[in-house]
């Protein structure tokens, strides 16, 4: 009765008809596996898309004409003279040029180098060998005699790696002998084919394939990484933008607070000199004087100093890049925005913060982590087989025909190898068990902070709205203050220093209704930034899009 394994003859069947059929299998497997870890193709960063998904956004974003701007700078940008630009334009630019995120774009080309290292173990390998080997014996001792001994070995062989856990080799070699002895050639050709295959550590695909799973997901980390940059630059484009405009409107009101501050010291000494004011009066009127071109100084340096940090964020082509001078085409305007419950924005933030998601990459990682150190507990278990034919004869020809005959080679065995103690592989698995739940952790960690992050912007967007209402009363009724204070001065009920305050608190009022309206625009943009929508929201395409689940 037959066994439960092939026989010795069914073994030579193999050996000698289905040696074709495993390449082809071999090759088969190999680039289906290879295809299988093939990395999907990723955007570059900067790719206008046209206005957000309606289903990944809530409603409240920002009108068509604002995106449209962003689409109105694909123009060519004037490498000289001064700067015009929209918020639009100075997004695309900063994308395009600015330092520090070419750097940041080099980050998931470094670990997909690394992907391609991890692929390349089971890249097959063609080798070959040549060597020639003549030795020539001359001695006087009758038993030995003279001789003359001449070999050539050939040799062409394939190996390759399976992320099964098999190593397989296919080979074929030719040994050409001549002596003196026997002065015919004779040639040796064998064809052979060996394969290993691990039971235990190491084999399985899960656990073959997890280096290579890891530097996947180190490759989309680095991808989310760099969508994080990029929000955080976008939104130090728009801050900055803001603030120059800011400031260049402050420094308007300065000018018109100074040409006012004059206008009442002329008036100041025209009723000094009629006698109807005593000349202490002038003291405060110049004391005004003095401190609104205290405040336009600074306002002039506070612009200068914003210019320069909004060049470096847009770093435009060009030379004297710290010489050029910007126009600012969009004035702080407060949009009609209407938020979504606090709610929607942090379910938007739940599934698009950049560093949530790597987080839960770093959970994923911790998995293959687990497959990776649980094998290494194992003991070594590897079963082999090698299968040979070999021709001999006279000619290299026939040798090789020869291999059809009924000369074969089958060595099958077992390896075994078991570590009584394995500290090092039991100590790696508990220790991935122990990072594992860590990173569960910090994921519900990070999830509370992005919670504490939308919800307190959220507020202080609310809290900014309000405030331009508020503001802009205040301001009309310091205009009012001021109107009353004046005329009450030119009737000679009223002194210079009241009017110098009230004019005082006109000043700070214009400023404030100014500064609150930029405060709401940078507030929006924070709360977009915080939720990680800001780049959908401007129509910027970058990679990391895409929700992690696991």
């Known amino acids: 009765m037959k066994g439960p394994g092939p026989s010795i003859m069914e073994l030579k069947k193999i050996s000698k008809h289905h040696t074709k059929q495993f390449m082809i299998l071999f090759f088969g497997v190999f680039w289906l596996f290879a295809g299988s870890c093939a990395a999907p193709q990723q955007r570059e960063i900067g790719e206008y898309i046209g206005p957000p998904k309606p289903a990944v956004l809530a409603p409240e974003m920002e009108s068509p004409e604002g995106i449209a701007k962003i689409a109105e700078t694909q123009k060519t940008v004037i490498t000289k003279g001064p700067l015009e630009i929209t918020t639009g334009d100075a997004i695309l630019m900063a994308l395009e040029n600015n330092r520090a995120l070419r750097i940041e774009k080099l980050s998931p080309e470094i670990y997909r180098a690394g992907e391609e290292k991890e692929r390349a173990l089971f890249d097959p390998v063609l080798t070959g060998t040549y060597s020639r080997f003549r030795n020539k014996t001359d001695t006087d001792l009758p038993a030995i005699g003279d001789s003359l001994e001449k070999e050539v070995d050939t040799g062409l062989g394939l190996s390759g790696r399976i992320p099964t856990g098999t190593d397989v080799a296919l080979g074929i070699s030719t040994e050409e002998t001549w002596s003196d002895v026997s002065p015919d050639d004779l040639y040796e050709s064998r064809l052979g084919l060996s394969v290993t295959q691990a039971l235990l550590r190491g084999g399985g695909i899960k656990y073959n394939l997890a280096r290579l799973r890891q530097a996947r997901l180190d490759t989309r980390a680095s991808q989310y990484e760099l969508r994080g940059f990029a929000e955080t630059l976008v939104a130090q484009v728009e801050e900055t933008y803001w603030d120059y405009a800011l400031t260049g409107r402050q420094i308007e009101i300065f000018q018109e607070s100074l040409k006012l501050a004059e206008k009442q010291r002329s008036e100041t000494e025209e009723m000094i000199t009629i006698g109807s004011l005593a000349e202490s009066e002038i003291t405060a009127a110049e004391a005004e004087i003095a401190l609104r071109r205290e405040g336009l100084i600074n306002a002039r340096s506070t612009l200068e100093k914003t210019r320069l940090q909004l060049l470096r964020l847009l770093n435009p082509p060009g030379e004297n890049l710290w010489c050029r001078t910007l126009v600012i085409l969009d004035q702080p305007v407060a949009p009609d925005v ?213």
């Not at 979504?340 to 998995?367: F, I, S």
């Not at 006279?394 to 190898?417: E, P």
């Not at 940078?522 to 992690?548: D, F, N």
């Open 338 to 550: 209407i938020l979504d419950d606090v709610e929607d924005h942090v379910g938007v933030a739940m599934r698009m913060r950049p560093d949530l998601n790597q987080a839960r990459l770093q959970v994923l990682r911790g998995d293959l982590e687990i497959v990776t150190t649980k094998n290494g507990v194992l003991p070594k278990l590897d079963f082999f087989i090698n299968l040979g034919k070999t021709g001999y004869a006279s000619s290299f020809n026939s040798a090789i025909n020869d291999i059809n005959g009924d000369s074969y080679d089958i060595l099958a065995g077992i390896n075994l190898a078991y570590p009584f103690l394995n500290r090092d592989a039991k100590a790696s698995y508990r220790q991935s068990l122990i990072s594992r739940k860590q990173a569960d952790e910090s994921v519900e960690n990070m999830a509370q902070l992005v919670q504490v992050d939308v919800r307190s912007a959220y507020i202080e967007v609310n809290r900014t709205r309000e405030q331009i209402a508020a503001t802009t009363a205040t301001r009309a009724l310091q205009e009012e203050k001021t109107r009353i204070e004046m005329e009450k001065f030119r009737v000679g009920k009223s002194t210079t220093l009241l009017v110098a305050q009230a004019q005082r608190d006109l000043l700070a009022s214009r400023i404030a209704e100014t500064e609150v309206t930029a405060n709401y625009l940078k507030s929006l943009v924070e709360l977009y930034r915080l939720e990680g929508s800001l780049l959908e929201r401007r129509g910027i395409e970058a990679p990391g899009h895409e929700t992690v689940s696991f």
